[in-house]
């Protein structure tokens, strides 16, 4: 069984930063693309970024030059650093894997931007 952990989410101001955490475990043998989604309340779950194992990344426009998305093939686990946030970024953020043997959610964790 597949089991992503998310780690890293909270409250923090406009301007302020945080780092979300996703790390995967089980048999899912290899990691081919690794992202993070969001969804706001009221609002469909969007892209924010993406890292393909090859280190290839993808980001949506509202978050380009404030996130970086990075990984850790050994370890298993990627990072959301997000920077420079926004009242707009609040959202639940959820982890995703796209593995050899199928894809996989994280369960999701609270950012809050607010002053």
């Known amino acids: 069984q597949v089991q992503l952990v998310e780690s890293g989410g909270g409250l923090v101001q406009p301007g302020g930063s945080l780092r979300l955490s996703c790390a995967a475990s089980?048999?899912?043998?290899?990691?081919?693309?690794m992202g993070w989604y969001r969804q706001a309340p009221g609002k469909q779950r969007e892209l924010v970024a993406t890292v393909t194992a090859a280190g290839n990344t993808n980001y949506a426009d509202s978050v380009k030059g404030r996130f970086t998305i990075s990984r850790d093939n050994i370890k298993s686990t990627w990072a959301l650093q997000m920077d420079n946030l926004k009242p707009e970024d609040t959202a639940v953020y959820y982890c995703?894997?796209?593995?050899?043997?199928?894809?996989?959610w994280g369960q999701g964790t609270q950012v809050t931007v607010s002053s």
């Open positions: 995703y894997l796209v593995s050899r043997v199928g894809d996989y």
């Open positions: 089980g048999s899912f043998f290899s990691m081919k693309i």
